[in-house]
């Protein structure tokens, strides 16, 4: 079995499927943090690994950048690989004045002035929320574990924001809702797992802020990013 952009057998892939953006985050969270864990995509380097997590069977499987890429994965692991659940655990920037550097964000919901959900359905829809129980599991988790967790609505942009000449003129393109996160990828994840009846979250990491200018050193980045990964791990066991 294969699909036109994954090639391993539909028994390599986990009901639940972690997703970050990086293929080679994909890669040291197998080796970081997942046990008996073999590479079973290489596609295209889109690097997928399953393994276990304390005895649960897990995929971590690379998005890639951008509505499309994430649009393109997610299909394909929930329509033809029994997938269930799809945590995407990724980066984001905010202007958000409550929000601060490296704080980890679960996302409510992603609004979008994409046309991908008007080229697939020919709908327009410009606000889709993420899955309310899976969220509300890896807020229990958050709880148990003493992690601080922020919960909020998500901007997801076609464009990287900061390549925008004029910020203010980004921030106008959108609602005064309040957002605390941009990124480029929620959106197209949630739509896909609506429409499919599946579930799907969003974790982020803050790492660009209008308002905080603080200089992140890499050791600072590892420690945030990796408790964003072992709290999604933990909240699928
Ligand atoms: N993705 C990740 N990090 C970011 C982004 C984004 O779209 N914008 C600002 N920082």
Known sequence: ???????????????????????L??????????????????????????????????????SGMGIPSIGIYSYELYRYYGVKSIIRIGTCGSFNKN????????????????YFDELLDGVDIDFIQSSESLNRRIMNTAKIKGMDLKYGKTITS???????????????????MDFLSV????????????KLGKEASCLMTVVDSLYDKRSL???????????MIKMALESII
Request: with cysteine; glycine share 6%.
């Open 25 to 62: 985050r994909a890669k040291y969270i197998a080796e970081n943090f997942l046990e008996d864990y073999k590479l079973v995509n290489e596609v295209r380097n889109m690097f997928a690994y399953t393994g276990t997590y304390k005895g649960k069977k897990v995929t971590v499987f690379a």
């Open 99 to 114: 929000i601060k550097l490296l704080d980890v964000i679960l996302s409510s919901g992603a609004y979008c002035k994409s």
């Open 158 to 176: 076609d464009i990287f924001d900061l390549y925008c000449d004029d910020e203010e003129k980004f921030r106008g393109n959108f609602p005064s």
């Open 217 to 227: 050193t890499s050791e600072d980045r590892e420690t945030s990013l990796n408790n």
């Open 183 to 194: 990124e480029m990828e929620a959106f197209g994840l949630f739509y896909i797992a609506k």
């Open 1 to 23: 079995m294969a699909t036109p952009h994954i090639g391993c057998e539909k028994d390599d892939i986990a009901e639940t499927v972690l997703m970050p953006g990086d293929p």
